[in-house]
Structures are given as C-alpha cells and as structure tokens.
C-alpha cells in the first residue's frame, strides 16, 4: 500500500506557495520573492507577511477572492479556498456563474477581441468555475494572443502522477499527457516521466514511495494527494476539458 501522505499545511499561504514556486521560479508569475517564498514553504513557517507577496500573482489572486466570497470566508488565502482553486473541491460548487462572469469581464473584457470574449464569457453559464484548468485553457492562451500551444498548457496545467521511482531530487511518475484527438484535447495514456521534487536540496515531497500519488505542476511536484484531492482533481480537471473543447 502506498504511504499515507503527509497533512495540507495548516496555512493557506504556504499551500499557495506549493503551487505558484515552479511558474514563479520560471518567472511567469508573480513578484521577485521566490527564495523567500520557497524558503517559508519548505520550512513550514506560515507569515502573514507572506500575503502582500502572494497578491503579485494577479492571474490568480482574483480566482481565491471569488471563491471566498461566494463561500462566506474572509480570507482568500484560506487553506479551503487555496485547495479549490489549484485542485478543486466542494467550494466551486457554490460560486454563482453570474459572480465569475462579473469577475472576468472586469479582468478581461478589454483585453480580448469581441469573438474571444464571447467565447471566455459563455463558459460560466456552462458550468466553468474559478479553478485553475479554466485560467489555462479558456483564458489564459487567448490573453497570449492563440500562441500558446500544447507544452505550454500541458506545463502549465496541474496534473497528477503515481510515483514508480524515486532517485534524489528526481522522480520517476506514471503520468497522463494532454494530446489532441481529432482536434479536441484529451488526456492521453499514462506514460512514465521524470519530474522534480528538489530545487537546491529543498523541495514540499521528502517522503514519497512506490505508489504514492502527487500533484505537478510544470515538471515540478507540489504535494502528495490523498484520495479525496486526487478523485476532486481528476473531476475537476475532466469538467473544464469538457468545457474548452466546446470552443477549442
């Protein structure tokens, strides 16, 4: 059986930071605090200070606060909020088509060519919720003009892996690749690919054995997933598929 994988942290800034390091690393995202951020997540140490970092992640940012809101929560930085966004889990299903859509004709409207926006404004009343597979792949790739292609959103996307080896820094997983069938995305067979756990000794994935199932984000491993945030990914994950392919 595989190992019981360890507890979310307790902070939803440091579970932010698990998810954010990687793009903020490779500098698509955020401010210029990555050591520092890097540096309070491997450790553990939770700091309200960290917040006004987080807030540069501004494709994000906005997402956590419309979650909240919906959800009755003060703090978008809330663990529970954190979760659904990155992986999804029963906080989407409260936020309101009409809330989303208000929030992406403010961020957005301006920035998209009419037919775009139609297209990226439909998807709340079909059943698209602020998480992030929908930033990727109905948002995010027309803000960059149609350029993005398939490694950019198989990068960006949060996927998941069944950990086969482990060696050092690196880790070998069974992994499902996006790919394009007859012109739809779809995720394909699991294939095994290496990722990373460590960055300069440091990484959020000490323990992992044989079997263990993580969540990656950019070739980078953010967490160890139980069954629950595995099955919520995966669901999530199926939906928004779903949905970009109706305008794909």
């Keep these: 059986m595989p ?26 995202c955020g401010g210029n605090e990555n050591e520092v951020l890097l540096e309070h997540a491997v450790e553990g140490r939770p700091d309200p200070r960290l917040a006004p970092l987080l807030v540069k992640f501004t494709g994000a940012v906005p997402y956590l606060r419309t979650i909240a809101a919906a959800n009755g929560i003060g703090d978008p930085f809330d663990p529970r909020v954190v979760e659904a966004y990155w992986i999804g889990n029963e906080l989407l299903d409260h936020v309101e ?10 961020r957005f409207g301006k920035d998209l060519p009419a037919k775009v926006r139609a297209q990226v404004l439909r998807k709340p009343p079909a059943g698209a919720k602020p998480f992030h597979l929908f930033h990727v792949l109905d948002v995010y ?24 080896e482990v060696d050092g ?17 779809a995720l ?3 294939r095994a690919e290496r990722v990373l756990r460590a960055f300069e000794g440091r990484g959020f994935a000490d323990d992992l054995a044989a079997g263990d199932w993580v969540s990656i984000h950019w070739g980078w491993i953010c967490e160890t997933l139980d069954a629950r945030r595995l099955a919520n990914l995966r669901k999530a994950s199926a939906t928004h598929l779903s949905l970009a392919n109706q305008t794909i």
């Design 97 to 106: 088509a009409r809330d989303l859509y208000r929030s992406l004709e403010d």
């Design 169 to 185: 820094a690196s880790v070998t997983v069974d992994r499902q690749p996006l790919v394009l069938v007859d012109g739809k995305l």
């Design 141 to 164: 790739r027309h803000l960059e003009s149609d350029s993005v292609g398939m490694a950019a959103m198989e990068g960006c996307r949060i996927s998941w892996g069944q950990v086969r």
């Design 188 to 190: 394909g067979e699991a």
């Design 3 to 28: 190992s019981a994988p360890p507890a979310a942290p307790p902070s939803g800034l440091l579970l932010f930071i698990r998810y954010a390091f990687m793009p903020n690393h490779l500098g698509y």
